[in-house]
């Protein structure tokens, strides 16, 4: 039970001991009013996401748009975690958006893809910051094997993720619909514009997950821009830093054993790990001949 809860217990059986007293005190006397309100941040007329108007004045957009920023701001211990990770990992990515012509705004995508969590992995195989299949990782230039999955490379597959983002805006012309298409797949998407003669993934009768991940989008970055709307307030010496690496070392040949690896270099086999999560193994035998540019950790 948790303290505001055995609060208002304790505060019931306070009001139902001088109720059978004969004396009646009030619910709001008790508890001052404004406490015992739980509100949803408002939703704004409009948003701008990366560089698009999206609208809210009809109602089924209005009320599609409340409930995802409803669950923003009631998710606590999950809204808050993300809060502390964000300067670490969009930190990383910004730069590599930029540099591919990516609107900076579709950080947010990634956000609600793994929650900002680079070890995620979901029931449907999707790995990852940016929750990329095999197939699809496989297909946008990613290595994936027994050895390496940059998957969890956070700059491979930032940047595989760009090739995608980058294709389906050439194909759709509309930030929305391509996020659309990166829940639901170009081929599905495509197929629902058609047949339901609309332009735009907001305006299309989808499946719910697909439906809400574009107003998902949206809250994140309402949220992540001001979370005091949200009543969060994390400081920023709270929240998770971005170290700059010890050194970065270039390997294009086989590496018989990664503890040995890390002792070499001064680091735990686990800050090693940590910090290169694209490593699957406990060696890198490299039979393909690759190059790959493992970090080595500060270690603060």
């Not at 230039?141 to 993720?161: F, P, S, W």
């Not at 003669?197 to 809400?212: M, N």
């Amino acid at each position: 039970m948790t303290s505001s809860t055995a609060r208002i217990f304790r505060l019931s059986a306070v009001a139902i001991i001088l109720m059978a007293g004969g004396a009646f005190i009030s619910t709001a006397q008790i508890y001052p009013q404004e406490e015992l309100h739980f509100r949803a941040p408002a939703v704004p007329r409009q948003i701008i996401f990366a560089g698009d108007t999206v609208r809210f004045d009809r109602s089924d957009l209005y009320e599609r748009m409340d409930r995802e920023l409803i669950s923003f701001t009631y998710m606590h211990s999950n809204s808050i975690l993300m809060l502390k990770k964000s300067d670490r990992y969009f930190k990383q990515i910004e730069p590599i958006l930029k540099q591919n012509g990516i609107p900076d705004d579709l950080k947010y995508l990634m956000a609600i893809e793994s929650n900002l969590n680079p070890k995620a992995y979901s029931s449907a195989g999707a790995a990852g910051l940016w929750q990329f299949t095999k197939m699809t990782g496989k297909e946008y230039g990613l290595i994936i094997d027994a050895e390496v999955d940059e998957r969890y490379n956070i700059e491979k597959e930032t940047l595989a993720a760009c090739k995608y983002l980058r294709r389906a805006y050439e194909k759709y012309g509309d930030w929305m619909t391509v996020a659309a298409s990166y829940n639901a797949g170009q081929g599905g998407i495509s197929r629902r514009l058609t047949d339901q003669r609309q332009k735009s993934a907001l305006d299309l009768w989808l499946v719910e997950e697909t439906s809400r991940y574009m107003f998902r989008i949206l809250s994140a970055k309402m949220f992540f821009e001001n979370p005091a709307a949200f009543g969060f307030n994390v400081n920023d010496f709270e929240k998770y830093p971005c170290h700059s690496p010890k050194e970065v070392v270039t390997v294009s040949g086989a590496i018989a054993s990664l503890v040995d690896f890390a002792e070499e270099h001064g680091v735990t086999y686990y800050q090693l790990k940590e910090a290169n999560l694209w490593l699957r193994d406990n060696k890198l035998l490299n039979k393909a001949g690759h190059t790959y540019k493992i970090i080595i950790p500060s270690g603060k």
